[in-house]
């Protein structure tokens, strides 16, 4: 029995080309159709990708016609954008494709519930069988392993989340603190949504348009504050988000001064997004204050990636052991096909797959 | 037979520590897990071996700089392991285990395990004041391990330069909750320690009270700079460093003019 993975990804294909090819259970019902023994599609953003398990060796062109979304557009020169994966690459590719080290943003873990969803389905409607839960039931572990023994979820890796991140940092529980939203434009929303996410609930919107700030307010579920009492405020807040469009900077060094003796054992988190900045730099050297402006907030974002990066090494080192385990339990030595099992060809049901588990 | 329990509990540190190694040439950082295991381990050999210990000399082994260096690293490892688990601070374990395995290291190369050559009469007020001293200075260690956790945190976040070690350091704040309390759970027990002195019976030499009192005087400043917000965190936190170098090097002076003094 062959093992084998036909698909492309943002590694082998443009957006364009991407979005030709899909997949759904109709899919893998064609795809049993033309000779796979058990067939499974996943469908990412980035990636749409077929695992199957087959006696006969079953073409590149045919699964690619197969995931294509109208076949009459079907261009047979696409088929040079799919790579082909047998047997032990096969193994190592979805385990590195689980563990979120092929992914486009190293580390990312959506890719692990995509991966779990795609397995689930394909084995409700009966399309994956013995073969490719084995396949699977180890990528889940090998995916949770590298996850837990490395450092390659670590960091967030976009300026929102990256704004969060650092909040949690300092203050560990956010459900308390207080957050001052100055500026009531799209990124000051989008900033203030991730906080109420984590847990912010005392938020005040201060805007030079009282209507504005109101809106914002009533969307965020926090209160509006006059625009010339948002100063005032900065006593009591824990976290000030400015993105005003203010041709100078609305907080200097001694505008924050009296206000921090009040404050000497709080530390106050500021975040600049807006362009040109709002606070003036000078304030990130007072004590206890943390300023970041939007390419602070970049940098730490891009750091987080290349510490990521640093960790894919440490993960291949786990989804090799586990790929040189899998080979020796389940494949064939030298062939590296997939080894015929006792319970080949038997009915799959839920009990004889548990039993098969790893 | 007891030194080899204090070999033991050695490498058990030793092994938390060279486990901190490997994961950090790896860029990992190990889960607080391990660290605890092996501080727990390292802790009850020390445990039995300060107990062989008093059993031997019917009193409490604080009889030379030896015995004070041991019951130093033990008082650090009971309050890491009171401590840290409750402020989830785990990768403070990373922290403690080379403090306590450099102490105890020391102790085992260094020539000082030199018996008395007289045996002296046993204290109880001696006893309590002395080990209720040292239990104050774990609490005080371990709040300057906080501290240095703190600078390192609150350096990364001023310079937006983060390394791996940012994303396993607890928050700011929840450090500072954490330095603030074992300050004052150090001062407490100091304080019961320092206050028992005054009923040795015996006259202490000048210079001992006097700086076991300037160190009292330093946490007393620090707690009051604190307690009164005119000192900022980054503050507090260098002065936990200071205040428990200070404190260390009283210790010392204290055990080597108490070794002096008992020479024949």
Redesign the interface.
């Given at each position: 029995m062959n093992l084998f993975c036909v698909g492309l990804s943002h590694h082998s294909a443009n957006v364009e080309t991407r979005e030709r090819f899909a997949g759904d259970a109709e899919t893998e019902c064609s795809l049993r159709k033309s000779g796979c023994a058990e067939a499974l599609i996943l469908t990412t953003c980035n990636r749409v990708e077929v695992y199957g398990a087959s006696e006969k060796r079953v073409s590149t062109e045919e699964i690619a016609r197969c995931l294509a979304r109208k076949i009459d557009q079907y261009d047979p020169s696409h088929a040079s954008a799919f790579y082909r994966y047998e047997e032990v690459q096969c193994v190592q590719h979805l385990f590195r494709v689980a563990s979120g080290i092929d992914s486009m943003v190293v580390g990312e873990t959506e890719v692990f519930g995509q991966t779990k969803k795609a397995y689930e389905g394909a084995r409700a409607c009966g399309a994956a069988g013995p073969k490719l839960h084995r396949l699977f039931q180890r990528a889940f572990r090998v995916a949770k392993q590298v996850r837990s023994?490395?450092?390659i979820t670590?960091?967030a890796v976009s300026v929102g989340s990256v704004t969060v991140d650092?909040a949690?940092?300092?203050?560990?529980d956010l459900s308390v603190r207080k957050v001052l939203v100055l500026g009531a434009g799209e990124n000051s929303e989008r900033t203030a949504r991730a906080l109420v996410s984590r847990g912010v609930t005392d938020l005040r919107v201060s805007n030079r348009s009282g209507e504005r700030a109101e809106e914002l307010a009533q969307l965020v579920g926090g209160v509006a504050i006059p625009f010339d009492q948002w100063r005032e405020q900065c006593r009591q807040i824990d976290i000030l988000i400015t993105s005003t469009s203010s041709d100078a900077p609305l907080l200097k060094p001694e505008d924050l001064a009296p206000v921090l003796d009040d404050r000497?054992?709080r530390?106050l988190f500021i975040i600049d997004i807006a362009v040109p900045r709002d606070v003036d730099p000078r304030v990130?050297e007072m004590?206890?204050v943390?300023l970041?402006d939007i390419d602070?907030l970049q940098?730490?974002a891009d750091?987080?990636l290349a510490?990521r990066r640093?960790?894919v090494a440490?993960a291949e080192t786990i989804i090799a052991e586990h790929v040189e385990d899998f080979r020796n339990k389940f494949l064939d030595e030298g062939s590296g096909v997939l080894r015929q099992k006792a319970q080949e060809g038997s009915p799959i049901n839920d009990a004889s797959l548990r039993a098969s588990e790893l | 037979m007891d030194r080899h329990l204090l070999v033991l509990s050695t490498i058990c540190y030793l092994a938390a520590v060279l486990r901190l190694v490997v994961a950090l040439r790896a860029r990992i950082f190990p889960r607080g897990r391990f660290n605890f295991f092996a501080i727990g381990l390292g802790f009850i050999f020390q445990t039995a071996f300060l107990s062989v210990r008093g059993h031997e000399l019917h009193r409490c082994p604080l009889t030379n700089l030896f015995e004070v260096l041991i019951f130093l690293g033990w008082s650090v490892a009971l309050i890491y392991m009171l401590i840290g688990p409750a402020y989830r601070l785990s990768l403070m374990g990373a922290f403690t285990a080379p403090l306590v395995f450099l102490i105890q290291a020391f102790a085992l190369l260094a020539p000082i395990d030199v018996r008395h050559p007289v045996k002296l009469p046993v204290n109880s007020w001696l006893e309590f004041h002395a080990s209720m001293s040292i239990v104050a200075y774990g609490a005080f260690a371990l709040a300057c391990v906080a501290g240095v956790m703190y600078l390192v945190q609150e350096r990364q976040l001023k310079t937006h330069q983060m390394r791996s070690i940012f994303y396993h350091l607890p928050p700011l704040t929840d450090l500072f909750a954490a330095i603030t309390r074992l300050l004052w759970l150090g001062f407490a027990l100091y304080t019961l320690g320092l206050a028992s002195g005054f009923f040795v019976g015996e006259p202490l030499p000048r210079i001992q009270v006097i700086c076991a009192v300037g160190v009292w005087l330093l946490y007393a400043a620090i707690l009051q700079g604190r307690h009164l917000r005119r000192l900022a965190p980054r503050r507090v936190a260098a002065l936990c460093i200071i205040g428990f170098s200070a404190a260390l090097t009283l210790l010392w002076g204290i055990s080597f003019s108490a070794q002096l003094h008992s020479l024949p």
């Open positions: 023994r490395t450092q670590r960091g650092l949690q940092r300092i203050f560990g000497i054992d530390p990130n004590e206890g943390y970041y602070s940098s730490v750091q987080s510490l640093q960790q440490a | -």
